[in-house]
């Protein structure tokens, strides 16, 4: 079985399971929230953001109790491109788009490269969604408020958002070799390296340490400090100018254990309730994301199973690297094990934030219910490190 019908049997609902999916969200979901609700005095206890923060918590949770990914799937109908066509006409801003190598997208928010200056800076964001959702127009809120911040100190700064093929299109490396195509585009009209941040959230995180970490192999291999061939992967041979790095890399609840096994981390037992995502998705996710790819690639993606010796010389590729996580989140004792034990280990300028009381991809869910994510510490935390990182 090739890996496309592999991920199409995965994929396939039928429609009677269609029929109970909108059944669900109908008839069952408004009465599993209000159950959920109130039960939520005992949870709030300590609880430092604010009701309406809560309230959409327990909404999401409800979600992931009742609906597989193949459900949501069906659900989030449309594309990366078309919810930012909705946000740029929501916003009465023009759209602008740029078709890029190997299928990609290239979605701006802010001035764009027409607007390009000597000293412009670009942030390049992958978007979450367990490479099965297309992004969210709250994350286009988010990034727009950044840019807002981020002009007040006088820097030009665009958001460059890659719309690159869902795992239902498309498996790895497909996805990489977009994200490595776009970095070369934003090389072509004018932006430098030094001026170029990669941020990603969830399963965008992802694909940051995957460009990352590919650069790093090639520039190993290059040095005859490892033999790894990244040609055998199918990835672009794409790198860097020599003696040339990345600004910055931004990941935020980064997933990185991409397997279908059973989780062993104490995390997955710890918050299992107090997340919005359940251990189930993420072996879906993974499930469909690596279906048909060689148990050899995978080390290239489930950043858990890398050896940490890939990860050598990590400061020659990027300047900082800033990762968060939650403390309520499933993925928070996976994602320090990589931060603190493998990114860190080999790049000294490796800021770790672990936001208590967060859950995965938390700071997006301020904008989601209709706050100021300005409200939130993380946020101006990242917002700081944007702005030092810049200066």
Same mark, same amino acid.
């Given at each position: 079985?090739?890996?496309?019908?592999?991920?199409?049997?995965?994929?396939?609902?039928?429609?009677?399971?269609?029929?109970?999916?909108?059944?669900?969200?109908?008839?069952?979901?408004?009465?599993?929230?209000?159950?959920?609700?109130?039960?939520?005095?005992?949870?709030?206890?300590?609880?430092?953001?604010?009701?309406?923060?809560?309230?959409?918590?327990?909404?999401?949770?409800?979600?992931?109790?009742?609906?597989?990914?193949?459900?949501?799937?069906?659900?989030?109908?449309?594309?990366?491109?078309?919810?930012?066509?909705?946000?740029?006409?929501?916003?009465?801003?023009?759209?602008?788009?740029?078709?890029?190598?190997?299928?990609?997208?290239?979605?701006?928010?802010?001035?764009?490269?027409?607007?390009?200056?000597?000293?412009?800076?670009?942030?390049?964001?992958?978007?979450?969604?367990?490479?099965?959702?297309?992004?969210?127009?709250?994350?286009?809120?988010?990034?727009?408020?950044?840019?807002?911040?981020?002009?007040?100190?006088?820097?030009?700064?665009?958001?460059?958002?890659?719309?690159?093929?869902?795992?239902?299109?498309?498996?790895?490396?497909?996805?990489?070799?977009?994200?490595?195509?776009?970095?070369?585009?934003?090389?072509?009209?004018?932006?430098?390296?030094?001026?170029?941040?990669?941020?990603?959230?969830?399963?965008?995180?992802?694909?940051?340490?995957?460009?990352?970490?590919?650069?790093? /192999? #090639? $520039?190993?291999?290059?040095?005859?400090?490892?033999?790894?061939? *990244? &040609? !055998?992967?199918?990835?672009? @041979?794409?790198?860097?100018?020599?003696?040339?790095?990345?600004?910055?890399?931004?990941?935020?609840?980064?997933?990185?254990?991409?397997?279908?096994?059973?989780?062993?981390?104490?995390?997955?037992?710890?918050?299992?309730?107090?997340?919005?995502?359940?251990?189930?998705?993420?072996?879906?996710?993974?499930?469909?994301?690596?279906?048909?790819?060689?148990?050899?690639?995978?080390?290239?993606?489930?950043?858990?199973?890398?050896?940490?010796?890939?990860?050598?010389?990590?400061?020659?590729?990027?300047?900082?690297?800033?990762?968060?996580?939650?403390?309520?989140? /499933? #993925? $928070?004792?996976?994602?320090?094990?990589?931060?603190?034990?493998? *990114? &860190? !280990?080999?790049?000294?300028? @490796?800021?770790?934030?672990?936001?208590?009381?967060?859950?995965?991809?938390?700071?997006?869910?301020?904008?989601?219910?209709?706050?100021?994510?300005?409200?939130?510490?993380?946020?101006?935390?990242?917002?700081?490190?944007?702005?030092?990182?810049?200066?």
């Amino acid at each position: 079985m090739s890996s496309n019908e592999a991920r199409q049997q995965l994929l396939a609902l039928s429609w009677t399971k269609k029929a109970l999916t909108l059944s669900y969200v109908v008839f069952v979901l408004p009465f599993s929230f209000l159950w959920k609700l109130a039960k939520s005095p005992v949870q709030l206890r300590g609880y430092p953001k604010p009701l309406r923060r809560k309230i959409g918590e327990i909404s999401l949770q409800v979600v992931r109790d009742g609906l597989s990914v193949t459900q949501m799937r069906f659900l989030l109908k449309g594309t990366t491109k078309t919810a930012y066509e909705a946000w740029t006409k929501s916003k009465n801003v023009d759209p602008q788009e740029e078709v890029i190598a190997h299928g990609g997208r290239l979605l701006w928010v802010g001035k764009g490269p027409k607007g390009i200056e000597e000293d412009s800076k670009v942030v390049l964001y992958f978007h979450g969604g367990g490479y099965l959702l297309p992004m969210q127009e709250w994350s286009l809120d988010y990034w727009s408020t950044a840019i807002k911040v981020l002009e007040k100190s006088k820097k030009h700064v665009s958001i460059a958002a890659l719309a690159y093929n869902l795992s239902g299109e498309s498996t790895y490396p497909v996805q990489l070799n977009q994200a490595l195509a776009a970095i070369e585009h934003l090389l072509k009209v004018g932006y430098k390296p030094s001026n170029i941040v990669l941020a990603g959230d969830s399963a965008g995180a992802n694909l940051v340490f995957q460009v990352l970490l590919h650069l790093n /192999l #090639l $520039r190993l291999r290059s040095t005859s400090q490892s033999d790894v061939d *990244v &040609a !055998e992967t199918g990835v672009a @041979t794409f790198e860097l100018p020599a003696d040339l790095k990345l600004r910055g890399a931004l990941g935020i609840s980064p997933w990185f254990p991409v397997h279908s096994r059973e989780a062993a981390a104490k995390s997955y037992q710890e918050n299992r309730e107090s997340d919005i995502i359940s251990p189930e998705a993420l072996r879906d996710f993974a499930r469909i994301y690596a279906a048909g790819v060689p148990e050899s690639h995978k080390p290239h993606f489930d950043f858990v199973s890398t050896p940490k010796e890939w990860f050598k010389g990590f400061d020659a590729v990027v300047d900082r690297i800033l990762i968060t996580v939650g403390e309520k989140e /499933l #993925l $928070r004792d996976d994602i320090l094990e990589v931060a603190r034990g493998k *990114v &860190a !280990e080999y790049h000294q300028d @490796t800021t770790i934030i672990l936001q208590e009381f967060g859950v995965h991809d938390d700071v997006f869910y301020d904008v989601g219910v209709g706050l100021d994510p300005l409200t939130t510490k993380l946020t101006v935390e990242i917002l700081e490190w944007l702005e030092a990182v810049f200066s």
